[in-house]
């Protein structure tokens, strides 16, 4: 990988991976396996969970964006990644708008300011 950055992963219903896709951010890495995941009606929780770890493992990724309604189910695995990369980044889907206050990232992040460090 010298020379070359990191790619943007995505987990994310078929709309936001179509849109990333046709942006550019489509990979295969040696081994064949896709930097994105597509989350049908059908696709499992466990199966989510597993892409979401595999990303975190592999080291061509710099950035996990996933939609926050899928990041609902799969809390537990994301509050538990403490790493600044890959960073994963919530993101509103066209059905479900963003939410602040689910973002556990944005929520990390504000705890480490008060508004102190603002003046």
Not at 23 to 45: A, H, Q
């Amino acid at each position: 990988m010298a020379g070359r950055g990191k790619l943007i992963a995505v987990i994310g219903d078929e709309d936001t991976c179509t849109g990333f896709l046709l942006g550019g951010i489509g990979e295969l890495n040696k081994n064949r396996k896709p930097n994105f995941l597509v989350v049908e009606k059908d696709t499992s929780i466990t199966e989510i969970e597993e892409t979401f770890k595999s990303f975190l493992a592999r080291n061509d990724i710099g950035i996990i964006l996933i939609n926050q309604f899928i990041a609902e189910m799969i809390r537990h695995a994301i509050d538990a990644h403490m790493e600044s990369i890959p960073a994963v980044l919530e993101i509103p889907s066209k059905e479900h708008p963003y939410d602040a206050s689910k973002d556990s990232i944005l929520r990390r992040a504000k705890g480490m300011f008060s508004a102190e460090d603002f003046r």
